[in-house]
């Protein structure tokens, strides 16, 4: 791991914990979307639908992420 990045993480705690809980929430929208289209289709997506789910995602991560990251201020 580079100094900097060390250096940054080990001293400023609160860039560490920001982003942290920034790349959990990234996964855990992602993954609730995925789950949300896993449950609508009952465990077999159409092939079809997975350009949904990536816009989806990326729909989700708009505008939750902006929410989440004003809610730590």
């Given at each position: 791991?580079?100094n900097?990045?060390k250096?940054l993480?080990?001293?400023?705690?609160?860039?560490?914990?920001?982003?942290?809980f920034?790349v959990?929430d990234?996964?855990?929208?992602s993954?609730?979307?995925?789950?949300?289209f896993?449950?609508?289709f009952?465990?077999e997506?159409p092939?079809?639908?997975f350009s949904?789910?990536?816009?989806?995602v990326?729909?989700a991560?708009?505008?939750?992420l902006p929410?989440?990251?004003?809610?730590t201020?």
């Open positions: 791991m580079p900097f990045i250096k993480l080990t001293e400023n705690r609160r860039f560490a914990r920001v982003l942290f920034l959990f990234v996964v855990f929208i993954l609730a979307v995925f789950l949300a896993y449950l609508r009952e465990g997506i092939i079809r639908h949904n789910i990536q816009g989806m990326v729909l991560l708009v505008i939750t929410i989440f990251c004003s809610i201020k």
